[in-house]
């Protein structure tokens, strides 16, 4: 197949220099976001005959030179320091001190030594890499392909490679999925629509991948959109912020998408949503108030439970600062900001009431709980449970003579982490 090549030398040369004067003169296209995948090749370039002008960089317009140029100039923020033939590129390069090698990189040029260029948006985990150019095939028009590393025969020329940067709110691309970092950890970007449109991403090796965080790190801000509701990240979980004011005023937050909180803590280990966790990890500690009102928390089975005796007032408290708030709708919502918190049940220890005697009933006393708590029952025998004795009420057995008897209570609601007492032991069981 033909790919494309610049005109003859002589046409270039007679037109080289008034190329050069309009650069100088200021007339060097400004590039607009590029984005990957789209062409944005300049209309007074590309709705013109192929070939019929030159571009600010002295390429023909619609060639791939002219489409690399571009890119570098708008992507890489390079200007390219000369212009020739696409079988040249790497042969001039490599005279003014570039790197030409077999390694692919994001933002450098794919070349063919037989006249061919074209730029390189991805480096991808399976061995390939997309790339976007134009007149592949003589059409003078934008294309993108994903192709095998080792198809440009003459490898790869490193102007000014695009550094992928992992600092939070760069968006990054991995696997075919683009990404926002946030705390170190990539977020899932479902829908370009709650990040403000469109960006540029650049692309992860296997490498870079793998060593970024799999959780965003305890403390970090995140605004998700579009309902605008703020969080703060506790054991990879996103922890309702009600108001900047109760966190101490306005903090630097990335900006993720709605659907991101939704769907975090996704059963699937493959899930592009496993970057967040549903709720807390368990052993996480957060805070509230400050001075003498400080209270820390521990987090476990997604509730808080108030560490009796936290540091001294004064002292640097070890966990997370979160809103008051977060704690106090704990276990009020099944979905939304105030449910990535579960409740705390508390009761008091159940009670058996009864003769202690061989066929006799003992009957269980759970204690008052919340409306809509499912109370179960378990009843033991010198602490190991007895099959089939799972109701409030239970006829002592001939088995359980001279044991102990006593019945385990679990109680459990929609929203609250489940709750296990267990009642005392009664004295030995008799015979009448």
């Not at 991808?124 to 192709?147: A, L, M, Q, V, W």
């Not at 990335?254 to 052993?283: C, E, M």
Request: proline residues 6%; charged residues 15%; positive net charge.
């Amino acid at each position: 197949m033909q790919l494309s090549h610049g005109r003859t030398r002589a046409l270039r040369v007679m037109m080289s220099t008034v190329a050069a004067l309009a650069v100088v003169a200021g007339a060097l296209v400004v590039a607009p976001a590029a984005y990957a995948g789209v062409d944005d090749y300049p209309a007074k370039w590309r709705s013109i005959p192929r070939d019929s002008t030159f571009d600010s960089w002295g390429e023909y317009n619609r060639e791939c030179t002219s489409w690399v140029a571009w890119r570098l100039h708008g992507r890489n923020g390079f200007e390219m320091p000369f212009h020739a033939d696409a079988d040249q590129w790497g042969v001039k390069a490599k005279k003014l001190g570039y790197i030409v090698d077999r390694t692919p990189a994001v933002g450098a040029v794919a070349w063919w030594s037989w006249r061919h260029v074209a730029w390189v948006e991805a480096v991808n985990p399976d061995g390939s890499i997309t790339i976007e150019e134009y007149n592949h095939g003589s059409t003078g028009k934008y294309d993108e392909r994903t192709i095998p590393a080792s198809w440009p025969t003459g490898g790869y020329i490193h102007f000014k490679d695009i550094a992928t940067d992992f600092s939070d709110g760069k968006y990054i691309s991995y696997a075919g999925r683009v990404y926002r970092m946030a705390g170190g950890a990539p977020i899932f970007v479902s829908n370009w629509a709650d990040f403000g449109g469109k960006k540029v991403s650049a692309a992860a090796t296997p490498a870079q991948w793998h060593s970024l965080r799999l959780v965003p790190a305890d403390g970090t801000f995140l605004t998700a959109k579009p309902s605008g509701t703020i969080y703060r990240v506790v054991g990879g979980a996103p922890v309702m912020v009600s108001s900047w004011a109760a966190v101490g005023g306005s903090q630097p937050s990335v900006t993720v998408s709605d659907q991101d909180i939704a769907q975090a803590g996704p059963a699937s280990s493959s899930s592009p949503y496993k970057h967040l966790r549903y709720f807390p990890a368990d052993g996480s500690l957060v805070t509230t108030g400050s001075g003498a009102d400080a209270q820390l928390y521990r987090i476990t089975g997604g509730a808080a439970d108030l560490v009796p005796a936290p540091p001294a007032s004064g002292a640097q408290q070890p966990g997370v600062a979160i809103d008051p708030a977060a704690l106090l709708a704990a276990g009020t919502a099944l979905s939304g900001p105030a449910s990535h918190l579960k409740g705390v049940l508390a009761g008091a220890k159940p009670t058996t009431a009864g003769q202690r005697l061989v066929r006799y009933v003992l009957t269980a006393h759970a204690g008052r709980w919340p409306t809509g708590s499912k109370v179960t029952f378990q009843w033991t025998r010198n602490g190991v449970p007895i099959t089939q004795a799972h109701a409030s009420r239970y006829r002592l057995r001939p088995a359980d003579l001279r044991a102990h008897v006593s019945v385990i209570v679990t109680v459990a609601k929609p929203g609250f982490r489940s709750t296990t007492l267990t009642s005392s032991q009664t004295v030995a069981i008799r015979k009448l």
